[in-house]
């Protein structure tokens, strides 16, 4: 990792603390600087304002949600199986104290100003790699879903009801067995809507 990159790791990391703590009104580009221990004319050359920072931890939050995502599908799978899998994309997002931590700081930021939820939003690929699966395992005669779309939405909720929004207005972090028994249920759930 170069030095730039170092050092705009350490902005990012001393500023989703001082949002966490101080919520975006309340942030200080100044004290961002010294949690981060670099100078403030290296926070502004990285990011030229309190609101380009803000959308670069978005970015980061989004790219951990796109990463995961970064499987092929595979035919030959059975569908039960694939669902699980692409349940366990989500789930070990949410089993991360980090990410946990992250998404609870966004959520907070991005309720109070819809610019940066639509900003968020527009980030995110999750939505459409879960259709896309859904639709090609209608395709293939595996799930009957007139609506891939709704459906990967419906998958998705099944799991976030219960391991994302209950944990993330607690300040908790599921346990591995807690989310694959919500994995596991979401999918015969699932299953028992859409499959063939």
């Not at 807690?178 to 999918?187: A, D, G, Q, T």
Request: proline letters at 4%; hydrophobic letters at 40%; aromatic letters at 8%.
């Amino acid at each position: 990792m170069s030095v730039s990159d170092q050092k705009k790791k350490q902005i990012i990391e001393a500023a989703i603390a001082e949002f966490q703590e101080k919520g975006f009104a309340g942030a200080s580009m100044d004290r961002i600087s010294e949690r981060a221990q670099v100078s403030k004319r290296t926070v502004y050359n990285h990011f030229e304002s309190k609101e380009v920072l803000f959308k670069g931890i978005n970015q980061c939050l989004a790219d951990q949600i796109n990463t995961a995502l970064e499987f092929p599908y595979d035919p030959d799978l059975p569908i039960r199986d694939t669902l699980v899998r692409l349940g366990w994309a989500e789930g070990e997002l949410m089993i991360s104290p980090c990410f946990m931590s992250l998404a609870r700081m966004i959520m907070s930021e991005t309720i109070r100003d819809p610019e940066l939820a639509a900003d968020m939003n527009a980030r995110m690929t999750k939505l459409s790699v879960f259709a896309e699966y859904i639709q090609r395992a209608t395709g293939e005669g595996k799930l009957s879903a007139d609506d891939p779309g709704v459906a990967a939405e419906q998958f998705l909720g099944l799991i976030k009801s219960r391991a994302f929004y209950p944990n993330i207005y607690a300040s908790r972090v599921p346990e591995r067995d807690e989310m694959e028994k919500i994995i596991e249920e979401s999918v015969d759930l699932f299953l028992a809507k859409y499959g063939t």
